[in-house]
């Protein structure tokens, strides 16, 4: 289901003054490589292992994503993860991909960057809307993630489904692979920007945005309040032009059942030491400390310590 991968300063074990200790060891579920989750969750890792103190560390997990992610955290799997705010409020409900499992008791610990639906092809391609997707092949990224739940909400809106295309369930570097190698007419990649693996297709092929055609960017945006507008200028991965992209705000979950005291150590190893983060992680730059005091579910009682302490 998922694979474990530690940092060099993950330590499972901590020396304490002639005897040895075992650290808490918190796994964090990310995504699959190429996209924005597991280099944010190897960065927070990193200063988790090194400010949060009290025998905690920390280390990230390749998972399916952020529709995975909490189903994860309720099987003990993991025991933080990445997700987004629409899903965090499905996850508690019990609702949509959340149906089998039921309601998921978790609390939002931190917001975190904005992830915005990547929809892209070559620039010579004669795909220019959602709706030229028709019939062609499309890398939409692996099973349980964000990228898939976001093609479930667009296609109906442009009387599609998923059935409409031949997709390609892969990890976000091996569909932007496959783009450029012209194995798929497009590639999606629900992830921060800038996004490694389009960053890597984009060193060597010329690269596009497909658009929203005219009033379907509003009409997604009236349909779900959760998802917003993001502008992409056309330097971030060496474009002709400007994109507007569909996003959503991510958060750092946890289960309320994990102790409030380890929560707020990193929340406050996080939010303490933002500018180490951001200046490890581009997509950090993007956080804003204020955010979490307005995410879409209840905040863990850990990370409410450490903001009332603010």
Known sequence: MFSKMKNVTGAAVLAVIGTTAFAEELRIGTASLGGAFYPMGQSISNVVNEHAGDGISMVPIVTGGS????????????????TNNNLAVLATKG?????????????????????????VVLADSDIQTIEDLRGKSVAVGPAGGGTLGFVNFLFPLHDMTIEDITPSFVSYSDGFSQLTDGTVDAALALSGYPAGAVMQASAGADLRFISFSDGMLDAALEANGAYIPVDIAADVYGMEEDGTVIGVNNMLIAPNSLDAATVQAVTAAIFDNL?????????????????????AIPLHAGAQAYFDAQ
């Open 67 to 82: 529709v995975q992610n909490p189903n994860l955290i309720a099987s003990g799997e993991v025991e933080i993860a990445i």
């Open 95 to 119: 609702v949509g991909p959340y149906s089998a499992t039921g309601a998921i008791d978790i609390g939002a610990v931190a917001a975190l960057h904005p992830s915005v639906l990547h929809m």
């Open 275 to 295: 500018e180490e983060l951001q200046a490890e992680n581009a997509n950090a730059r993007q956080i804003d400390p204020a955010m979490s005091l307005n995410l």
